[in-house]
């Protein structure tokens, strides 16, 4: 068979948001479409790699020939991307929520005639790219993360690097006016111990192209 530049590699993807439910019919979400990491699980495995892609809510299609893991919170991704590895590289794009809330009401909120709101008790959830990237025996040779801010991008993404273990950081600015978030293109930065490489302008799925190829170059196929 023709050798391309991921075969016989394992890719775990991330990708969307996650919903953490306040009662059975409420949660808690963010803006991410999911794009972004269901673009580089495609691009991923049209290089070759067998690919596990690990998703948080979205109005996508399932991209063609990956192993699909649809989640909902966090800790049932933390879980899902545990039981995906081992693997070569992992890519932790999704836009895991910071808080959940602390106790699931198991019957619907309602309002209580008094005019005073419930309040609700937040509670951190755990981080899954920092999780994997202390761990011993399940951490990937190269783990990928990304670092969505409206503010000190770089000073940001290279904490992020730092704190949880991670080999690139691709860094991108999501302020409101930049239309990233939801958008179709992206404006990315990678964040490496090397230093930090500008990428201009570009479609989401041409990032994913470049990061694969980029992975490629650093890994190459699987020696057979
Ligand atoms: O939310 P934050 O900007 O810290 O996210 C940076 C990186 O960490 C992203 O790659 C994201 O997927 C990952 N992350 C995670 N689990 C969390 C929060 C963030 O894997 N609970």
Redesign the pocket.
Known sequence: AETLPLSGRHMVV?SGP?HEPIDPVRYLANRSSGKQGHAIAAAASAAGAKVTLVSGPVNLPDPADVTMIHVET?AE??LAVTEALPADVA????????WRVASEGQQKIKKDGSGAPPSLNLV?????????GHHESLRPSLL??????TQNLLE?AKG?LER?R?DW??ANDVSPETGIMGGDRNTVRIVSADGVEDWPALDKTEVARRLVSRIATHIGPAKS
Not at 124 to 132: R, Y
Request: glycine fraction near 2%; proline fraction near 3%.
């Open positions: 991330t996650t966090a991704m933390l890519i932790m794009s999704a836009a895991v929520a910071d951190e959830n755990p981080d899954i790219l920092a999780t994997i990928i993360g990304f670092a969505a801010e940001n992020k949880k991670a950081i691709v």
